[in-house]
């Protein structure tokens, strides 16, 4: 499904795009615009299924986008978004049919819902419709239907009351009885430990479904196995009715994780619930997720929902600054990594590391980094805005393997710039190259110290110090120099050059010319010439 967010705020477009998770809820594409006009410009690239827009907009309303959509015959469930609930706002969404509005500042949970009611409906009028159409072919396919529903029920698009259940049961008419008890098994596998090709692709998602359906299940057709992502994981969701044995599901988890290992060459934990009802178990997914969050080890391994709480270690740990700031001062960017490594391997052997207690170590050790680039006037956040630094970085805490990595990396990168740095000259080329590259644009000693991740007060006096010639000064004589090849050269006009050479005043250019040479850019061309 397509869905589409106008709003002329544009802060609150990002936020909507950015915080819903739109692949749960069966929706696929995301597009934005910032009023009317370029909304429709979206419907003549395809209709969207759900539209989530602001009713009141400088260059036409929501209600009037309404309107032009109704009149249109466009079949799009409409979701408005308003600073203020009114009556009239609401009576004239009743009339052009829209599904809901939600206020603003908008709720993460409150949107969901009115997404997942709109998908709902979107999904219910397509079964209808296709039902009609193709009768016969729905009536002996009811598995695409089935894990619908276990979808929905699983993550909340289905309200977890037994009503509520019972009643989507009958709709879809399905062969399903509310009253049945179930397990629920999560299987996670860890995006960043996996280097096959396949983890990034939708051949990854059908080997890992195809691998635990036909390990865990003993069959290759499904409809109580669900797939989904996260920012961490890839994960499997199966429904297995509570006839199953714990000791048996174990076994069969046991299996398909030395087949994880074999065929798809990663790691995988699995988590079995206990006993539960079909209305509990999107709470129970929630709870099995927050035990695979937690644990940070113990990957390859079968773990049951009473379990838990070996993962909630509520450890304590700091790291020890002074070591790693001498080392880090040294330049022993080894002994901080093996230093590091023994620190997280101790708090393996005690059980102590939980994703609490990797967040606080991810934490100190980037405080640490910081007060070291700090003190070497070297600007952090330019350093590491490499997307590599953000993706070892956002990675760091899913893993013990991972957080080494991002530990090696980071420190690496940061005791080599620091040589880098004393050897001034090679950072002045740097400095130097960017302005050859630049000198047309608008730059300023900040650009230039950004461009080699030191602090404009640095930059400048090492700068002065390696070539005699403040930063400032060097920019207008190689922009001069430049002027005055043009100017032999050339008959362009002299504001033209001076344009051309990062000027965007002829005067102050005249001005700047006539200090450096001692005549101006008209007699200086006419000697020339």
């Not at 009609?132 to 699983?154: Q, T, V």
Request: net charge neutral; with cysteine; glycine share 4%.
């Amino acid at each position: 499904m397509r869905a589409i967010i106008i709003d002329d705020d544009l802060l609150t477009v990002e936020a909507i795009r950015d915080s819903i998770n739109w692949g749960v809820m069966g929706i696929d594409e995301v597009d934005t615009a910032y009023n009317v006009a370029g909304a429709k410009k979206l419907f003549e690239k395809s209709v969207p299924d759900v539209v989530i827009c602001d009713i009141e907009m400088p260059k036409g309303s929501g209600i009037d986008f309404l309107k032009w959509i109704r009149k249109n015959e466009y079949k799009s469930e409409f979701i408005f978004l308003t600073c203020h609930e009114s009556f009239e706002f609401a009576s004239t969404a009743l009339e052009y049919n829209a599904i809901s509005y939600i206020t603003k500042p908008f709720n993460i949970d409150k949107t969901e819902v009115a997404i997942a009611k709109a998908v709902e409906k979107i999904k219910k009028e397509r079964h209808l419709n296709e039902y009609s159409e193709y009768g016969e072919y729905w009536l002996n396919n009811r598995k695409i239907m089935l894990e619908n529903f276990w979808r929905e029920l699983l993550f909340l698009g289905i309200s977890n009351d037994r009503a509520s259940i019972q009643e989507e049961i009958e709709t879809r008419n399905l062969k399903l009885n509310v009253d049945d008890n179930y397990y629920l098994l999560l299987i996670s596998v860890i995006k960043s430990e996996n280097k096959g090709v396949l983890m990034n692709s939708q051949t990854f998602e059908y080997a890992l479904k195809k691998l635990s359906t036909e390990t865990i299940l003993g069959q290759l057709d499904f409809d109580n196995v669900l797939y989904y992502v996260n920012s961490r994981t890839h994960n499997v969701l199966i429904i297995l009715p509570s006839s199953k044995v714990t000791e048996q599901i174990k076994d069969l988890c046991l299996s398909f994780i030395d087949n994880c290992h074999k065929y798809l060459k990663c790691r995988a934990a699995c988590y079995i619930s206990d006993i539960t009802t079909m209305s509990s178990l999107a709470d129970i997914r929630v709870k099995l997720e927050e035990m695979d969050q937690n644990n940070i080890v113990f990957r390859n391994n079968v773990f049951l929902y009473g379990d838990k709480d070996i993962f909630n270690t509520k450890g304590q740990y700091g790291i020890d600054t002074n070591i790693l700031s001498d080392l880090l001062e040294k330049g022993e960017k080894i002994k901080v990594v093996n230093y590091m490594k023994g620190e997280l391997e101790l708090l393996v052997a005690r059980k102590n590391l939980d994703s609490s207690v990797m967040y606080s170590i991810h934490q100190d050790f980037m405080q640490v980094i910081y007060a070291f680039l700090y003190k070497n006037e070297i600007q952090a956040h330019n350093l590491f805005s490499d997307k590599v630094s953000q993706n070892l970085s956002n990675n760091a805490n899913n893993s013990m393997f991972d957080m080494l990595k991002w530990i090696h990396f980071i420190t690496t990168k940061t005791v080599e710039y620091a040589k880098e740095v004393k050897k001034s000259y090679t950072i002045i080329d740097k400095a130097k190259k960017y302005i050859y590259e630049n000198y047309k644009e608008y730059i300023t000693r900040k650009d230039v110290a950004a461009s080699v991740f030191l602090t404009p007060d640095y930059l400048a006096k090492i700068f002065k110090a390696e070539t005699g010639v403040a930063v400032k000064d060097y920019i207008n004589n190689y922009r001069i120099e430049k002027a005055k090849g043009l100017l032999r050269s050339s008959d362009i006009s002299i504001s033209m050059i001076a344009s051309q050479v990062g000027f965007d005043n002829f005067s102050y250019f005249s001005t700047v010319f006539k200090k450096i040479t001692g005549v101006s850019p008209v007699l200086f061309r006419k000697e020339e010439s």
